[in-house]
């Protein structure tokens, strides 16, 4: 088979330009490598985005997820109740805070947490719920705060896609109690490894800056400023989760191009959408009014006996015309160490699974030359029209 391009696009590589580049080198020159003022203003920025009262930078959105749980006191005792159909970090961020992850299905339409399963699943030992913006969507805040309310539950939002996300004229990030944020390299704004939680709780603020760094009263970058060296004491038995002025660095730059990416971003969905509408395959579910995604991962779903091959040998297929995709997800609960850990089996979460089987992520990037979306469209196509012939025509635009 001859690819249909020459070189291979790679899937989620991040757009870096040469503003970024020369802040990393400026900082490295500037003898102030780990966390100081890069931090600070990346912060600032990015609570000025979000519209949050506190921003706290971190290592990772894994890193935002732990020291959320235990801002909020969650722990050993405690039941959190999120969706299967997310990335493990979720899961294991709240195994490490102690507490048990109780886990119901997710909408099979939207891959989102369905808010009447959380209402049955809660109980006395209910603590929190974690939803996650899949790929980009919010999920149905308005049904899920108003449960937490009534509950007494704390709402810690995974928002790793859903930088951009408005819920219903909300920012994602200013609804809820905690909100976590990744920049991890695929993510919509990078900065290498990184994370950001927003909250508007000055207390729970407090706690995630010193549990994050070892627990010490004062940072580092205060305690060596010029106003004179400051001894520090540690208040709890914290953790190494800061982020450095290095990864600041990009994000200074990246985020500036949000708005501008995001329109980049809708034009290649709405491309995708109306080259694959008479495929045999599904498309994301349509939005609802007054969101907006953040258009973070663009998922078909491919079923077996409509598209006469496996999502595996689709993607074996695309990627043998040079097109690289993921899969988001392979839902937690068929993962071995939870299913042996919590006994769970594929058939306790139909849709987790239905959509664990099929769901492939195509390529999605404000780097994507219209060449890119065009050799990506004609792949999908092609490998399908092998598969289960005769296509019907038009489409590829
Ligand atoms: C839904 C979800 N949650 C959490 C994470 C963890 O983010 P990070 O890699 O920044 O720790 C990711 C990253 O892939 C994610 O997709």
């Known amino acids: 088979m001859h690819p249909l391009r020459e070189d291979f696009l790679t899937f989620g590589s991040p757009l870096i330009e040469t503003p970024e580049i020369n802040e990393v080198v400026d900082t490295l020159s500037s003898g102030w490598l780990g966390t100081g003022p890069k931090v600070a203003k990346f912060e600032e920025m990015f609570r000025q985005y979000i519209g949050a009262d506190h921003a706290l930078a971190v290592s990772s959105c894994t890193a935002g997820l732990h020291l959320s749980m235990l801002a909020a006191g969650v722990g050993p005792g405690d039941e959190v109740i999120t ?17 048990k992850p109780v886990l119901i299905d997710c909408e099979r339409e939207t891959a989102l947490i369905d808010p009447q399963r959380i209402e049955d699943a809660v109980t006395p030992r209910t603590r929190a719920i974690v939803p996650v913006h899949m790929y980009g969507r919010p999920c149905n805040m308005a049904a899920i705060m108003d449960i937490a309310e009534r509950r007494n539950l704390i709402v810690i939002e995974d928002a790793a896609h859903a930088i951009e996300s408005v819920y219903k004229g909300d920012k994602v990030g200013n609804i809820s109690h905690l909100t976590c944020f990744s920049f991890y390299v695929t993510k ?29 009263s004062k940072d580092a970058w205060k305690r060596f400023s010029d106003d004179g060296y400051k001894h520090y004491e540690v208040v709890y038995p914290g953790f190494k989760y800061n982020m450095m002025d290095i990864q600041a660095a990009i994000g200074l730059h990246q985020l500036p191009r949000i708005n501008k990416w995001l329109e980049r971003r809708n034009e290649i969905w709405q491309y995708y959408n109306e080259a694959f509408a008479g495929l045999p395959v599904t498309l994301p579910a349509p939005d609802e009014p007054d969101m907006v995604h953040a258009r973070h991962l663009y998922t078909l779903l491919i079923d077996q006996g409509r598209c006469g091959i496996t999502r595996d040998q689709f993607m074996q297929q695309l990627h043998q015309h040079n097109i690289g995709t993921g899969v988001h997800y392979v839902g937690v609960h068929l993962h071995p160490y939870y299913r042996q850990r919590f006994g769970h089996s594929p058939e306790d979460f139909p849709s987790a699974t239905w959509i664990s089987e099929r769901t492939v992520s195509i390529p999605l990037s404000p780097k994507l030359v219209d060449s890119d979306i065009e050799n990506v469209i004609e792949s999908v196509r092609k490998v399908l029209s092998h598969s289960c012939e005769p296509l019907k025509p038009a489409a590829l635009s």
Not at 83 to 98: E, L, R
Not at 191 to 215: C, Q, R, S, W
């Open 83 to 99: 969706s299967p159909m997310t990335f493990v970090a979720t899961v294991n961020a709240i195994i490490h805070s102690g507490a």
């Open 188 to 216: 919509n704004v990078v900065t290498g490894e990184g994370g950001m939680v927003t909250t508007n709780n000055p207390d729970f603020a407090d706690k995630i800056k010193v549990y994050g760094l070892h627990g010490l």
